[in-house]
C-alpha cells in the first residue's frame, strides 16, 4: 500500500487512548502534518478490540492502517489488546506502535514479546510530542511498505 | 552367680582386639573375650577356672595401687610360656546394677588401642547436645547417650534395654522402616522424624545413621545421632514467613512508586503540552481554541492535586493509623452518611441498615472504610435510577463480615480482583470521575483491622462489597 504524496488513500489510524487531553494533543499535531491521515479514537481496551473486529457499536469501523496503543487503559489494558491482536490471523499484520509514559523494562519487554512493532515514550514537551508523531507518519507511511490487507 | 549376659556392650567387647576380663567383686571371673582366649589359651566353663584365678589374683595385685600396671601372664598351661603384658582395670557397672570390674590386656610394643579410646567415646558422646545411640549388629540398641535419657526423662542411668522405637511418632514407623531398610547398605545416611519428648511433646528429629566398623574393618552396627530441629525449623519457618512479607511489601512498594509516577506525569504532560499549545496558538495569532486548551490545563491541576490527596490518604491508612478502641459502627456510618449527605440528597438514595456491632479498630479509618464504598454504590449508578443500598452483617469464623449491597451499573467478573488494586479505573473519566483509589485504601484499612474485603456482582445487577473485620 502507498501513501505517497498525490495517492488518493488516505491513511488510518486508530488511537487506542483514554485520556482526552491526550486524544486532543494528538489531533493538533497530526493538523501540522504534511499527510492527511484519518484518526479514529477509541478511549479502553474493550471498544479497541470491538472496533478491530468491528463488533457491538463497531460494525461500520474500518481497519487502520496503524494502531497507536497507550498500554495504561481502563477495562482491557494495553499489553492485553496487543496480546489478542497478535494473537488474531489477520489483525496481527496491523503493525502496533506502543505510545505510553511507561519507561518502565517490563513494559517495554513485554509490549515486544506479545510482539509489538515499537515502542514510543510520550514526550512531555509538546514540540518534541509532535516531532514523534511526525516521525510515525514519516516512518510508516512515507518509507515503508504496509500490507494490502 | 552373675552371667556374661548381664554385661553391657558385650557384643563390643567380644568382638574387641584386645584381650578382656571381667571379674566380681567375689572375686569371680564372669567373662571373656575371644582376644583373651587366643592370648592365653583359656576359657570360661571350659576347666580353666583355677588358671583364670590366677591371673585374676595377679591382675588384682598389679593393679591394687593404680588402675594399670605390669604384670606377667602365662600363656597356655600346656608349653607354659609366660609373657609380660600391661594390664588396667576400670569399674563397670552391669544391666542388673551390679558393680564388677573390667581387666584389659595390651601386648607390650602393641598400640595400647582403644579401650580408652572406647571409653573416651562414651565421655564425648555424653558431652554432646546431639541425642546419640549405638546398635549392635543386629539392630539392637545398647548405648544411649545422656542427651537421650534426658529426651525421655530417664532419670536413672539405665543405658541399654531402651527401646527407642516407642518413642517414634505413630505416623513416622512406616517411614522410619522404610529408612531402616537402608542398613543393609552398610553406608551413612539422614532422615527425619518425629520423637516424643518425656513432656509428651513431639519433637522434629534429624537422624544422621552411620555404620560402625570393628578393628578388622567388620560390621558392628550403626550409630544413630539425633538433633532436635523443631526450633531450628520453627524459626526457619519464621523467617521464611517474614522474607515473604517483606517481598510482597516490597514487590507493593515497586508497583506503588511506578504507578504513582506513571499517574502523577500525566496530569504533568497534559498541564506542559497544553500551555504550549497555547503560547504557539497566541504567536499564530489564532486564539479561537485558547479557552478549550486552558480547559485541559486546569483539568490537569485539579487532577494532579485530587491525585496527592488520595495519595496522602492511602499512606495515612499505616503511617498515621491510630490506636486501637472500642467503636460503634453504628455511629461510624451515621458520620460516613452525613459527609455524604449531599450526594445522598442529590441523587435520591435510599440507605437501610440493620444494626452494626461494636468493633475494636480505628475509628476515623472506619468512617473512611463506609464513606468510601457509599460513595461507590452512590456514584456507579445508571442515569435517571435512584440508589438503592442495603447494609447488613453476618458473623462466622470469629469475624464479622458486612456486606454492602446496591443497585447500581455491577463489575464484571473479570475487574472483581484488580478494583482493589491502586489507580485502577474501570471507565473513562468522562463517565465516572475518580482516580482508582478508593478501594485500594479499603482495602488496606481492612487488612489493618485483620480482614478480608471482596466484591460480588454482574453488569446490570447491582454490586455486593463484603469486608470482614475480626470481632
Redesign the interface.
Known sequence: MDFAKGSKQKPRVLLVE?????I??TQ?ALKESEVEIVLDVV??GEQALDFLLKRNKFTDAIRPNIILLDL?L??KNGIEVLKEVKAHESLKKIPVIVLT??D?DHDISKAYSFHANCYIL?P????D?AKVIRLIEVFWFNTVQLPNE | MLKAELVPNKDFFDSYKEAILIASATPEVIYVNAAFTQLTGLMLDAGDEKALMEILKACETATVNSNESHCHLSIGEKNAQVKPVNVSSSPLILSDLTKVTLFTFTRPGNNPASINDERKFYELADASPAMIFLEDKNGQAFFFNKAWLEFIGDSGDNRSDSKWETYIHPEDIKVTEEHRAEDVDRVPYSYELRLQKFDGSYRNIFVIRTPVTAEDGTFNGYMASCLDITEIEESQNKINELTRELKLANEELEQFTYVTSHDLQEPLRMITGYIQLIQKNIERGNLSAIQEFMDFVLSGTSRMQMLIADLLKLSRVNRKGAPFTSVDLSEVLNVALAHLAKKIKNTGAEINCEQLPVVTGDTFQLVNLFENILDNALKFTPLDTSPHIAISVTEADGKYIFEVKDNGIGIDNKFHKRIFAIFQRLHNRGEYEGTGIGLAVCKKIVERHGGDIWVQSEPGNGSAFYFSIKK
Open positions: 483514554d485520556n482526552p487531553g491526550d486532543r494533543l493538533e478511549s479502553d495504561n481502563p477495562k509514559t511507561s518502565a510520550k512531555v514537551d509538546f514540540d510530542f
